[in-house]
């Protein structure tokens, strides 16, 4: 195919130049600058490209560590009540973590994953989104949710599995999903959301909309990613890859995940625009996903965004982190690079927040996850039918006489069951 | 693939089953019998089979400085060093071909499985490139490898970490296909599999992982190989033979205790190996009990019981029943979260003596 197309132009531009005709004949002309659509730069150095001959890909930062504005022209026009809301909502974040870890502790509930550390990801970039963008989530950006409306209760009633939860009690704690927020239910196979992430953002061409995709740098090892990443790019899918690159993947740091300049090397190399930021400012993060999502709306594109953070917390209850790492590396960050401190710095600065502030907002937050704790432990389970249901669209034949058994049974024999325990 | 619940309660697991008393289930002698875990009697096999042969490596998720996700693997790095024990970036797919084809070029690979659920990511690698290369190179370049981790339900993982994958992979030619019950079956087949020129599948489960069973000092030695392709008869009897494999021998050997209780003896055999399946051990035991029940956690459809049933149908064995033959399996459903739902979807002794029961017509 490359040669015809080649030996098609050159016959063109000799027909056109009649005086070219002759050459043809007796020579051809090598240097080809297209190869197959992708440019081509000849040379007659032997050079093998070193990793180490790039410089690494800045990280981008608004706030220094103190919470000080480094360049003015890079504090995004926020309003003062947006900002109050990031800062509240990662207090409410971390008040819920904790209620709930404890809660997993004491068997109350099956398993739990804190989101402790990366609370600038996920409000930053909830922040900058659309409530009309479609966000896929790996399974810690619950902040991301929250940012967008889903409440205490919703989630409290997930970690239950009781009759209020939409996914009926089917899904392991913290799987949590809400069609009304636009956002994708987890699932729990590692990096599969990367390609329907770039495949719904296919399908949502020219809409308006975003995909927003959440993942960590150990997902990123999938081929899934690759394949999501190639994709994209290929086909021109508005969505942003948002890489919360946290130092672990479970017990592995990311010297052992990959070798060169992390996650945001590999995006010019797919032809996806990349940026990285520092994932522990919350204004970096707004910033560029802001710009990615205009971008990605723009020229129909994707984006590639790796933001630099760690996590606090151990991978999920089932892990503990102390088997790989130092409690004076985690004291480290919390001390010096806290996402959390750094905002509530910037917003003290701004005379957003104060110290009576904090008291009643911790107070009243402690209050609301205990409360909506509380009642989703009271509530009743899934209607005994649901365990028939959602297998297929329509309940098969032989699932529906099971069903109808069941019913005469429960009808004979009722008093045996703790039916009181289930919603009617 | 998913790390969500790898490791979920771990602890809970073993405390749980610490206290199942396999002893006098077991038909080895059991006089100078050491208890031992099946997650140690897997360690220890693989110490014993790396230090045998230089050759022999352990590649995964998490397999040497986390000592495993089950702790299979505890102690191997510091003895062994990172040339032996490798720990891998998250890409099932990735280190399962990168397994095969060290395999390919001499080495023996076990390649292990945070579970075997995140398995379904590599499975072109487990079934063409490894279940294959042997027969399409035509004899010339084999694939000495040892594929294993947790498989079968969990508890409280729900759908996507809870099923077992002994049918998937025992409907492959080219594969080997091992699911270990005890502590000796671990041990013997962990042993014999690293050993063996063909890849082998080994289906660990989860949930016994704690449990503690006899081994004899034949089952010690560090030459102890269990046969490839042979069942164990677990208990003896006459009335009825209940053919099961892994977590499925012990909810059997349950349900022949309660069944002897009201006169009925079953013979419980524990297939070991899925593929070569011994349908001559079963098919000997139908002749002298006349009854067959096949148990699985699997789901019923395509699964180890309707072959085991298919073989019974296509062979003599059949004229040897007097009633059907029955499988007792897993629910034909996604694994549920809640505790109430998983336990009822999964066969217990209760299931195993209703039906025994029925077909014996007590």
Known sequence: MAFDKVLKNVINKCLKQPKLLRCLSTHFKHDIEDHVGSKIKWTSTLDFVSPDCFSPIPTYRVLDSRGNILNKFEEPAIENATLEKMYKDMILVNTMDKVLYESQRQGRISFYMTNYGEEATHMGSAAALDLNDLVYGQYREVGVLIWRGFTLSEIMNQCYGNCLDPGKGKQMPIHYGSKRLNFVTISSPLATQIPQAAGSAYALKNQNRVVMCYFGEGAASEGDAHAAFNFAATLDCPVIFFCRNNGYAISTPTEDQYRGDGIAVRGPGYGITTVRVDGNDVLAVYNATKAAREFCLERSKPVLIEALTYRVGHHSTSDDSTAYRSQKEVDERIQNDNPVKKLRLYLENKNLWNEEKEKEWLHLTKRNVLEAFNAAEKILLPKWTEMFTDVYGVIPHHLRKQMNEMEKHLENYRDHYPLEKYST | ?362
């Open chain 2, 1 to 362: 693939m998913a790390r969500v619940a790898a490791v979920r309660m771990l602890n809970a697991v073993t405390s749980k089953y610490a206290n199942t008393n396999c002893r006098t289930l077991s038909m080895t002698s059991v006089a100078k019998a050491k208890e031992v875990a099946v997650r140690d009697a897997l360690n220890a096999a693989l110490d014993e089979e790396l230090e045998r042969d230089d050759r022999v490596f352990l590649m995964g998720e998490e397999v040497a400085v986390y000592d495993g996700a089950y702790k299979v693997s505890r102690g191997l790095w510091k003895k062994y060093g990172d040339k032996r024990i490798v720990d891998t970036p998250i890409t099932e797919i990735g280190f399962t071909g990168i397994a095969v084809g060290a395999a390919m070029a001499g080495l023996r690979p076990i390649c292990e499985f945070m579970t075997f659920n995140f398995a379904m990511q590599s499975i072109d690698h487990i079934l063409n490139s490894a279940g294959k290369m042997f027969y399409m190179s035509a004899g010339r370049v084999n694939v000495p490898i040892v594929f294993r981790g947790p498989n079968g339900a969990a508890a409280g993982v729900a759908a996507q970490h809870s099923q077992c994958y002994g049918a998937w992979y025992a409907h492959c030619p080219g594969l080997k296909v091992l699911s270990p019950y005890s502590a000796e079956d671990a041990r013997g087949l962990l042993k014999s599999a690293i050993r063996d020129p063909d890849p082998v599948v080994i289906l660990e489960n989860e949930m016994l992982y704690g449990v503690k069973y006899p081994l004899s000092d034949e089952a010690l030695s560090k030459d102890f190989l269990i046969p490839i392709g042979k069942a164990k008869i677990e208990r003896d009897g006459t009335h009825v033979t209940i053919v099961s494999h892994s977590k499925g021998v012990e909810t059997s050997l349950l349900a022949a205790k309660e069944l002897q209780a009201i006169g009925i003896e079953a013979e419980v055999i524990n297939l070991r190996s899925l593929r070569p399946l011994d349908f001559e051990a079963i098919s000997n035991s139908v002749k002298k009990t006349n009854h067959l029940i096949t148990v699985e956690q699997g789901w019923p459809s395509h699964g180890v019981g309707a072959e085991i049933c298919a073989r019974v149908m296509e062979s003599d064995t059949f004229f040897h029943l007097d009633q059907p033959a029955i499988r007792v399996t897993g629910a034909d459903v996604p694994m549920a979260y809640a505790k109430a739902l998983e336990d009822a979807s999964l066969p217990s002794p209760a299931d195993i003596v209703d039906v025994a029961k029925r077909i014996l017509s007590t």
